[in-house]
């Protein structure tokens, strides 16, 4: 076949340093090979299928001389195979695929500008603009989800409609005060109230459609088409975190098979440092510079670290137990001080929440929780950051455990917030206390909108911060870098773009978002606007005030913790939702699900009002005949992947030594030969002791066995006559 | 400019897409940046551009491995690292966002391969260190680092014990960081 002949040519132009054909041949390497095939086209399958042949003619390492003859080729070849109609059908899929990619890649969001700062600053701030991308999209398309199911049909029906039509079958006897909810604005307005209203959420903000208490509990009912609003408000808010949640773990999915394939991920070994830690899209000298130096000081890092734990591990007793002491203290000191910062908050939070004033001194009483957060989350960390330095463990575990605290801090804090705010409107839960509204009726008139307000209030906050901390700190800082030559200043250097903070302000304000969806239905829209905002903010600060980080960040690692983070704050927030859904009184006087005992009647309400197959579906998917054998075949579904990844992991050990012993074995056998032909020369020079051969025969063949690698026939003599 | 610019053909086009993991777009802006660094607008594309004019690209112009990349994806028979189009597009494809881990390991280690003979020994690792920490005298490494960094690389990596790293061995190393891909990247 011709293909046979032209792999023989290819071999005679071009010898291969390392074909597993010939490996018994001694061979000089040839030093001017700069076009060495490593290609074993006898390993290609001779029915290979047309449409993986366009792939492996790209997939070949060749220069494109050779490319195009081995098409030729191909081409030559092709009128062998059966049918031709499957050709062109696969040919025209495929050209439809590349088309559609095209397409696609207009549509990407940013790309250009990601590129940019990707060239400029590195993989590892790249990954924040990345995730950054990730969350706008998130958010833009859930806010579509609200919109479309929520927003409009209220609109919709509010201006035909204006009576409920859910029976008010509730004995309301004893909860007339529950109803009093007069949120209506002055008609006169000062100006500057106008701002103050604009900002804290309350006056003619608050009875708008920005607030749960704007809904009605509206059925509509009319010929054939029924829109339950309450139904579809509280399903719309199931499905935007089931959205959520699905979207993450796709996107972690990948990731998360790269770094259980790649074992711990972490800091790996110095040949990937040097192997890998090249980015060549880095462009201009002073990015350069700064990723040479970077990768001066991780490895001489490293191999200092090494130097310190090989003292380490000769470290004495006594100084071992003091240094585990010192971290024991630390470590209490830093759950003191995150301690003090959680009680300082639930103060602040009580404290703004009993208060009623109005005015500018009123709106600072408002923003006091944000503004408590917001402090400690910048002070706390550094705080941590000077006492990690005493702790001397080794710089990657220092980097994680930072991370974790500040984690731990941010989602904390809010924990602490919401838990507040649950004791002052369920009376600390004890629901004789709150009698009759079962809720605190004095304080919250319509407790929801409230609590739409405070996380209106800490998106508002954050946002304003950054725009604030952007103008008057680092823009600042850069005119006094550049243009004041004292030492101080120019030690102090430029703003470094740190990607971990960054990414934890994130994680941060999307978990707010999350939490306040239910309660402030258009909070994903102010969020998809204040993160596009964001990035073109932090994009022009990247550029003009910042110089590349001295220190790296592991992009794909990293992505995946980041991902975790986000997750474990969307576990905080569906708790948040589980448990205000199932558990608070709804209010009486506002919202779509008054006159409910929970928001979660609405729902076997609805379900009664089904016919009766649907309704026996819907009984039997929730009864315990269906669950268990779901949950027992998902255990086994478990146990089988777990089984196939520890295969793996055993399969690829066993291949590492395999190749050892086939290149110890190459290595003996090449011994041997050598040996033989020195022994064959010298017999020919003195051919009166041939006894010594058998000898050395006898004692290759016993090490052959013990090697179990019949390459030969154990009784092939591999002496030439 | 205008009626005098040279156009890729059509059948080129389609070839050339099937050839490299470049899409359209890709290809017609690297003609168009292969035939300004020609200086001519409607050169044949046969001729090739020598490799101080391909090193003035911003995108390899501070690359430390620049040459080593000329050099590798060059098909001169001068050795001078001169590249045609056809070899231009050959290093764009293997720098491209589609290209495979396969592909792009094997042109990584042919970069790397400093005294191309197809392995990776001390004095190839010593270079390429250099070139990962700056050329300069207080950039390098000190001696004893270098050499506890290359013993510790090659205990490591060289599997088979042969004082020296081959393709395999440095695919499986690379198959190992997932950040590879995405940092052996060339885009225009």
Redesign the interface.
């Given at each position: 076949m011709e293909l046979e002949e032209f792999n023989n040519h290819v071999y005679q132009d071009y010898p291969s340093?390392?074909d597993s054909q010939h490996s018994l041949r001694l061979r000089t390497?040839p030093?001017?090979?700069?076009?060495?095939v490593?290609f074993d086209w006898a390993s290609q399958p001779k029915d290979a299928e047309d449409s993986d042949e366009?792939r492996n003619?790209?997939?070949l390492?060749l220069?494109?001389?050779l490319?195009?003859a081995v098409?030729q080729v191909q081409q030559m070849r092709a009128p062998v195979v059966s049918s031709s109609w499957n050709i062109r059908q696969s040919q025209t899929f495929r050209r439809f695929c590349?088309v559609a990619?095209?397409i696609l890649?207009y549509l990407v969001l940013w790309k250009r500008g990601i590129?940019m700062i990707g060239g400029h600053f590195g993989?590892g701030v790249q990954s924040y603009f990345f995730f950054l991308r990730f969350l706008v999209i998130l958010n833009f398309l859930s806010s579509l989800l609200i919109i479309g199911f929520v927003l409009i049909p209220s609109i919709v029906f509010r201006s035909i409609t204006f009576n409920s039509t859910i029976a008010l079958t509730f004995n309301l006897t004893g909860k007339e005060t529950c109803l009093e909810y007069d949120p209506k604005p002055d008609a006169l307005m000062v100006f500057y109230t106008y701002f103050l209203d604009l900002v804290s959420g309350t006056g003619f903000m608050e009875y708008s459609y920005l607030f749960y208490g704007f809904y009605n509990n509206s059925l509509i009912l009319s010929n054939g088409f029924s829109y339950n609003i309450p139904l579809a408000y509280l399903f719309t808010a199931a499905f935007y975190f089931l959205f959520c949640l699905i979207c993450m773990i796709i996107r972690m999915g990948g990731?998360a098979r790269?770094?259980v394939?790649?074992?711990r991920?972490a800091a790996?070994?110095?040949?990937?440092q040097?192997?890998?830690?090249?980015?060549?899209?880095?462009?201009?000298?002073r990015?350069?510079?700064l990723k040479?130096?970077n990768?001066?000081h991780r490895?001489?890092v490293d191999?200092e670290e090494?130097k310190i734990k090989k003292k380490a591990a000769s470290l004495t007793l006594g100084q071992t137990v003091s240094l585990y002491s010192l971290r024991v203290f630390l470590h209490l000191v830093v759950l003191v001080l995150i301690g003090a910062t959680f009680y300082g908050i639930a103060q602040a939070t009580q404290f703004s929440q009993s208060r009623e004033t109005t005015g500018f001194e009123g709106l600072l009483l408002q923003y006091l929780p944000s503004m408590v957060i917001t402090a400690s989350n910048f002070v706390v960390p550094l705080l941590c950051d000077k006492i990690a330095l005493l702790e001397k463990y080794s710089p990657s575990t220092t980097v994680i455990l930072a991370l974790l605290r500040a984690v731990f801090l941010r989602l904390v804090s809010l924990g602490v917030l919401l838990y507040t705010l649950w004791e002052q409107i369920t009376c600390k839960g004890v629901r004789e206390n709150c009698s009759p509204c079962d809720y605190n009726h004095d304080q919250y008139k319509c407790w929801e909108t409230r609590v739409g307000q405070e996380m209106y209030k800490l998106t508002l906050f954050d946002f304003l911060i950054t725009i604030a901390t952007l103008i008057l700190v680092e823009f600042p800082r850069r005119i006094v870098v550049d243009h004041c030559s004292s030492k101080l200043i120019q030690w102090v250097g430029r703003q470094e773009f740190s990607v971990a903070p960054n990414v934890l302000a994130l994680v941060y304000s999307q978990t707010v978002v999350w939490t306040g969806a239910l309660f402030c239905p258009l909070l994903p829209i102010i969020n998809t606007v204040k993160f596009i905002f964001f990035y073109y903010c932090k994009k022009i600060t990247l550029f003009q005030n910042c110089q590349p980080a001295t220190r790296n960040f592991?992009?794909?690692?990293s992505n995946f913790f980041f991902l975790l983070v986000l997750l474990f704050g969307w576990m905080l927030s569906s708790m948040v939702l589980l448990y205000s859904v199932a558990k608070i009184h709804p209010s009486y006087g506002c919202g779509p699900f008054r006159f409910y005992t929970a928001m979660w009647e609405v729902v076997p309400g609805a379900i009664k009002m089904l016919n009766g197959t649907s309704k026996e579906f819907l009984f039997y998917v929730g009864s315990q005949k269906f669950s268990i054998p779901l949950f027992i075949f998902s255990c086994v579904l478990l146990c089988y992947v777990s089984a196939l990844m520890s295969v793996y992991g055993k399969s690829v050990a066993l291949l590492?030594s395999q190749?050892?012993l086939?290149?110890?074995d190459k290595?003996f056998l090449v011994r041997q030969i050598e040996e033989l032909n020195a022994t064959m020369q010298k017999e020919q020079c003195e051919p009166q002791q041939p006894q010594r051969e058998p000898e050395s025969f006898f004692h290759t063949e016993t090490q052959w066995n013990q090697h179990y690698n019949y390459a030969f026939e154990p009784n092939e003599d591999p002496r030439p006559y | 400019m205008g009626g005098t610019s040279s156009k890729l053909p059509k059948d080129l086009l389609s070839?050339y897409?099937?050839?490299?993991?470049l899409?359209?777009?890709e290809i017609l802006l690297a003609h168009k940046i292969f035939s300004e660094l020609q200086g001519r607008e409607n050169g044949p594309y046969g001729s090739r551009v020598s490799m101080e004019k391909v090193l003035t690209l911003?995108?390899l112009?501070?690359?430390?491995?620049r040459k080593r990349i000329c050099?590798?994806?060059s098909?001169s028979d001068m050795?001078d690292g001169s590249l045609s189009f056809?070899?231009f597009?050959?290093l764009l494809?293997a720098?491209s966002d589609s290209a495979?881990l396969?592909?792009k390991s094997?042109?990584?280690f042919r970069i790397?391969d400093f005294?191309?003979?197809?392995?990776l020994d001390g004095r190839d690792?010593e270079k390429?260190?250099n070139?990962?920490?700056?050329e300069t005298d207080d950039?390098r490494?000190t001696a004893e680092?270098m050499r506890?960094?290359i013993s510790?690389?090659l205990e490591?990596?060289d599997?088979?014990?042969?004082g020296t790293?081959?393709?395999?061995e440095?695919q499986h190393?690379?198959s190992?960081?997932?950040?590879?891909v995405?940092?052996?990247?060339?885009?225009l």
């Open positions: 340093t390392y390497v030093a001017q090979d700069t076009s060495a490593h366009p003619l790209r997939e390492p220069h494109m001389g490319k195009k098409r590349e990619k095209n890649g590129q993989g990731t790269l770094v394939v790649t074992g991920g790996g070994g110095y040949s990937m040097v192997f890998t830690g090249w980015d060549h899209g880095l462009q201009g000298d990015a350069t510079k040479q130096n990768l001066r490895l001489k191999l090494e592991r992009s794909t690692t590492k190749c050892k086939e290149q110890r290595q | 070839e897409q099937e050839l490299t993991f899409t359209k777009q911003p995108e112009k501070s690359n430390p491995f050099h590798v994806f098909t050795k056809e070899d597009l050959d494809s720098f495979t396969e592909i094997h042109y990584a790397f005294d191309d003979d197809g392995t690792l390429l260190v070139c990962l920490t700056g950039t490494l680092e506890q960094l510790n690389i490591e990596s599997i088979d014990k042969d790293v081959n393709l395999s440095f190393v690379i190992r960081s997932p950040d590879f995405s940092s052996f990247k060339i885009v």
